[in-house]
Structure formats: structure tokens, C-alpha cells
């Protein structure tokens, strides 16, 4: 174990480290988001919706991610870059960098994979909350945002909780895109110091120690939320 | 523009097929792989010695921990050089690791660690008595497992290794990024040099699709046959 490159490369590493976190916070916050009406629309009673909603989840959860990942970063750039309206306009230095494909792309995986979990949430929410909230004259919304989603979310934190890790374990294909997290660092220190064991060892460390810290926050969420049991 | 996917040169449509054939095969041997190491390892967990206990507890954990691609970069470019180092030690010469068995054997020794938890879990739900009841009228170790424990076990453990099957078949397009020419390479290379991206990673997820629908089908039908002897609770 030679680890004499570290300092030299600390800078590098710590970029990647806070890369990493914003892939995973990102992708994160906008799957989810994206996922409730994903899975709302699967609990109705069918309908064009739901069948759009069980066709997106099926495609992309049979799919692998690596394949969406080059889809969304090298099929729509192309078409981007294509577009001189696109080229010109002031989100291009954004669209010219591979961090916000990666995180379309792991939003989608996300949605669709939380949406699926949701689903099974937002139905093992007792029918009898959903009848006394709309007794006391909640509109459909409110009952959604008061009662209906925050217990489907108690119900399932434990399944997010995996979910959460997962994502961040997805992240490192972001490194196949040219984006610098922590695997792209090691990719550049390997590449760049013929060591190659010792910079994947160690991210490998800090990755288990970021998975680590995930079920802590998710462990302290759900102690904060007041079961009946 | 489809005429690109066609079936011979200049279409890629074949070469696409093949590399399909080769993702299934990968997936297949790193399948069967992780299922003996699965085996072992729920053994190992549950034999009841200390010392392979907390091998297995190790191998598990850190596996599952880690990052697949992390995973898959490291024990290819470890493992094979492990190997070749350990064989030409032994006085086989110079061997060197195929990227085919590489893949394989990182993909099974990853599939490996999720199978341990799998088996373990469904071990575990086996009712005691039937175990017992194969040990009290002598059935030798072996006898047990082929004849009592795997029997009982499949039914309860069949959903969990689905699902780890469809992980399994997306993983192997990992090993494209070591270079290893399975589909998802073959339609890199078809997208790059034809610079038409979206309809070949289209085409490429497409079939990826087609497979994990596929084996959807066979594991219901598999679940249905296996469990037909389990009274429906």
C-alpha cells in the first residue's frame, strides 16, 4: 500500500467527494419528486395514465442503467448539440456538461424505481385516514399533501432508505460521462500515478463510509416519526 | 436510417444479436457461479463456526457495500493478475485470464454476496422439524441439502433470486466499461462509428428489455411448478 500520491491529489479527491453528494442529493430530491405521481397515478383505477406510468417503470427498471445513462448523455447531447437554438441559448454550459445528464438520467432511474416502492405505500395507507380526512372536508389535494403522502412516506422510509444507497452506488457510472465524482478522481489518479489498486481501495472506503452515514440520517428520520407502535 | 440495424455488414443488427448471446452466456455462468457461492456462503453462515462466519459476514458486507462498477474495475484488474500471478506460482507458466472468464468470475463472485443473503434467509424459514426429521433417519449432509434443504428452500427463496437474476443481467453491462465486447459494447462501438447514438442505444436497450420481459416469464412459470407442492396460505 503506497500512498504517497494522497496529498498531491487530496484536492482532487475531495472535489469528487462533494460531486458524488450532489449526484446522490440531486437525483435524489428530483426522483422522488418525480416518482409520487408515478405512483398516484398507478393507484387509480387504470386509465391511460397508469398504463403510461407501469410502461415507464417496466422499461426502465428492464433496462440497465449504463445503457440509459449513454442514452440520455450521448443520444440527447448529440441532438443538442445539433440544435443551434439549443447551442446558442444560456443553458447550453449547462447541457454541455456530462453532471446534468447523469443526474437526468439517475432522477429517471430513481422515480421509477421509488415510484414502484411508493406505490405499494401510498395503497397500505389505511382507507379509513383517507375517509376521515375527506369527512372533515379536505380537498383532494390537501388530503394528499397532509395525510395520504406523509404516511405513505413513514411507511416506506425503510425501503428509501435502501433505495438511497442503491443511487449512491449507481453514481460512479456518472464517471462514464466524463463527470469527476469520486470514481472519476480515482480514475484519474490511476491513470495518472500507474497505481491501481490504492485509489480504488480508498474510494471504495469512502463510498462504504458516505453508505454508512445514508442509513444513519434515513435510521434518525425514522425515529423522528411517531409510529403507533 | 433501420437499414443500420440490418442483419449483415453494414447493418450492426447481427453484430448486436451476437453480443446479446454473449451478455446471456456471461450472465448464465456468473449466475450458476454466484448460486455455488451462495450456497457456500449461507453455509458458511450458518454451519455454525466462528471463523467462517465472519469470512462470510466480511464478504457479504463489503461486497453489497461497494459500488458495482468500483467493484467490477477493481476485481478485474486485480483478481485477473491475482490469478495469473498465483498460477504461473504454482508452475502452470504464464497463463493469462481471458476478459470472458474475468467477467464471469467478477460478476459471480458479486452476485455471489447477494445470493448468501437470499439462501440464508430462505434457509433460515425452513421449519426446523424437517431438517431434524432427515437427520434422524440418517441422511448423510449432502443427502439433506439435495433432498430436503434446497427443495424446501427454492420456493421461498425463488422471488428473491429473480429478482437478483434481472440485476444481474443489467450488471453485465458494467464489464463494457473494461472493455469487454458483450451488447452494450458492441452498441458503443455501432453509435460511435456510425454517430447515429440514440437509435443504437435505443436498439441496445431494446433488447435488454426483451431479455429481463423474457425472463419474467420463465421465473413465473418456474415459481408456479416449484410451488406447487407449498399449500397457498
Not at chain 2, 133 to 138: E, F, K, L, T, V
Request: proline letters at 5%; a positive charge; charged letters at 15%.
Amino acid at each position: 500500500m503506497d500512498l504517497a500520491w494522497l496529498p498531491k491529489y487530496l484536492p482532487l479527491l475531495v472535489e469528487g467527494f462533494w460531486r458524488t453528494l450532489l449526484l446522490v442529493f440531486w437525483a435524489g430530491l428530483l426522483g422522488f419528486l418525480l416518482a409520487i405521481p408515478i405512483a398516484l397515478a398507478q393507484t387509480g383505477r387504470g386509465g391511460i395514465l397508469a398504463m403510461l406510468s407501469r410502461g415507464f417503470t417496466t422499461t426502465i427498471r428492464g433496462t440497465p442503467l449504463l445503457v440509459q445513462v449513454y442514452l440520455i448523455y450521448y443520444g440527447l447531447g448529440d441532438l443538442f448539440a445539433q440544435t443551434p437554438e439549443i447551442r446558442q441559448s444560456f443553458l447550453w454550459p449547462y447541457l454541455r456538461d456530462g453532471f446534468w445528464y447523469a443526474v437526468a438520467a439517475f432522477t429517471i432511474s430513481v422515480a421509477a424505481y421509488e415510484g414502484e416502492i411508493l406505490r405499494g405505500g401510498f395503497l397500505a395507507v389505511p382507507r379509513g385516514e383517507l375517509e376521515a380526512a375527506r369527512a372533515c372536508g379536505m380537498s383532494r389535494f390537501l388530503i394528499l399533501r397532509r395525510i395520504w403522502l406523509p404516511r405513505a412516506i413513514q411507511i416506506t422510509l425503510p425501503a428509501l432508505s435502501g433505495e438511497a444507497i442503491l443511487l449512491l452506488k449507481s453514481t460512479p457510472l456518472a464517471a462514464t460521462i466524463t463527470v469527476i465524482d469520486l470514481m472519476g478522481a480515482a480514475n484519474i489518479i490511476r491513470a495518472q500515478t500507474f497505481r491501481v489498486y490504492e485509489p480504488l481501495i480508498l474510494v471504495a472506503a469512502i463510498y462504504i463510509a458516505i453508505a454508512a452515514a445514508i442509513a444513519v440520517v434515513f435510521r434518525l428520520l425514522e425515529n423522528r416519526v411517531p409510529s403507533p407502535r | 436510417m433501420l437499414d443500420l440495424l440490418a442483419l449483415h455488414p453494414p447493418g450492426w443488427g447481427g453484430a448486436l444479436l451476437k453480443g446479446a448471446v454473449v451478455t446471456l452466456e456471461i450472465a448464465v455462468l456468473a449466475y450458476a457461479a454466484g448460486i455455488v457461492l451462495g450456497l457456500l456462503g449461507a453455509g458458511a453462515k450458518l454451519g455454525g463456526s466462528r471463523a467462517l462466519f465472519w469470512l462470510a459476514e466480511t464478504y457479504t458486507t463489503l461486497i453489497r457495500a461497494v459500488p458495482e462498477l468500483l467493484l467490477i474495475i477493481l476485481l478485474f484488474y486485480a483478481g485477473s493478475s491475482g490469478i495469473a500471478a498465483l498460477l504461473s506460482a504454482l508452475g502452470f507458466g504464464d497463463v493469462r485470464i481471458s476478459g470472458f472468464a474475468a467477467a464471469v468470475g467478477v460478476l459471480g463472485v458479486v452476485q455471489g454476496a447477494y445470493q448468501t443473503e437470499v439462501i440464508r434467509g430462505a434457509i433460515v424459514a425452513i421449519p426446523r422439524g424437517q431438517i431434524e426429521a432427515a437427520r434422524a433417519y440418517g441422511m448423510p449432509s449432502l443427502l439433506r441439502l439435495r433432498r430436503i434443504v434446497v427443495p424446501m428452500m427454492l420456493p421461498i427463496a425463488l422471488p428473491g433470486l429473480a429478482n437478483l437474476w434481472l440485476i444481474l443481467l443489467k450488471d453485465t453491462a458494467l464489464v463494457s466499461v473494461v472493455g469487454f465486447s458483450e451488447l452494450l459494447y458492441v452498441g458503443k462501438q455501432a453509435a460511435g462509428s456510425t454517430k447515429e447514438y440514440f437509435l443504437f442505444y435505443m436498439a441496445v436497450g431494446a433488447i435488454y428489455l426483451v431479455m429481463t420481459l423474457g425472463s419474467n416469464v420463465v421465473f413465473r412459470l418456474a415459481e408456479r411448478r416449484l410451488r406447487r407442492s407449498v399449500p397457498a396460505v
